[in-house]
T-cell receptor
Framework: GQQLNQSPQSMFIQEGEDVSMNCTSSSIFNTWLWYKQEPGEGPVLLIALYKAGELTSNGRLTAQFGITRKDSFLNISASIPSDVGIYFCAGLGTGNQFYFGTGTSLTVIP | DAGVIQSPRHEVTEMGQEVTLRCKPISGHNSLFWYRQTMMRGLELLIYFNNNVPIDDSGMPEDRFSAKMPNASFSTLKIQPSEPRDSAVYFC?????????????FGPGTRLTVL
């Protein structure tokens, strides 16, 4: 079953604000991925992380691989209306099992 | 370039009927993944293929579900007989270099409703 918990479950923010969300697991993961899903579409990969402590950016997005290997964080700076969507973390466990998180729904108010 | 193509985009059927979902991966990709997305359980990996061979089907919920990949450009996910709890969005994804989890490209999904 699913092992990745994301928080918060949903966020409503003003345009221009920064956003932080996280993903936690009860077990160790070797790879963390962050996806964005828009209505009626499949998830699209935003950032991939491969080792503990790694910090990677993609434009206004920054993600970190937690040093315990049981969590990951995604930050979005200066949010804009097109950031709206559901953000999923995903992880590859030590047994090569792949799981998606529960998702964080982001609404940006212009 | 065409992305992953899924058909149909929407399917409404009655309980007990057979349902077949179709996927055409991106040309040249050699791994294919089937996922199910529901509000209760989120995104779940059902099965994945590498070079048309099923590698891990441990996510397939029960024997009513079956998946095939007869060639590199086509895969099906079949549910027989369908039940209301199978209602979900089913995604297909493909990857260009084996089972590289960070290189999956998702299709638009098939929304299945079983009445």
């Amino acid at each position: 079953g699913q092992q990745l918990n994301q928080s918060p479950q949903s966020m409503f923010i003003q345009e221009g604000e920064d956003v932080s969300m996280n993903c936690t697991s009860s077990s160790i993961f070797n790879t963390w991925l962050w996806y964005k899903q828009e209505p009626g579409e499949g998830p699209v990969l935003l950032i991939a992380l491969y080792k503990a402590g790694e910090l990677t950016s993609n434009g206004r997005l920054t993600a970190q691989f937690g040093i315990t290997r049981k969590d990951s964080f995604l930050n979005i700076s200066a949010s804009i209306p097109s950031d709206v969507g559901i953000y999923f973390c995903a992880g590859l466990g030590t047994g090569n099992q792949f799981y998606f998180g529960t998702g964080t729904s982001l609404t940006v108010i212009p | 370039d065409a992305g992953v193509i899924q058909s149909p985009r929407h399917e409404v059927t009655e309980m007990g009927q057979e349902v077949t979902l179709r996927c055409k991966p991106i040309s040249g990709h050699n791994s294919l993944f089937w996922y199910r997305q529901t509000m209760m359980r989120g995104l779940e990996l059902l099965i994945y293929f590498n070079n048309n061979v099923p590698i891990d089907d441990s996510g397939m919920p029960e024997d009513r579900f079956s998946a095939k990949m007869p060639n590199a450009s086509f895969s099906t996910l079949k549910i027989q007989p369908s039940e209301p709890r199978d209602s979900a969005v089913y995604f297909c994804a493909s990857s260009p270099h084996g089972t590289r989890w960070n290189e999956q490209f998702f299709g638009p999904g098939t929304r299945l409703t079983v009445l």
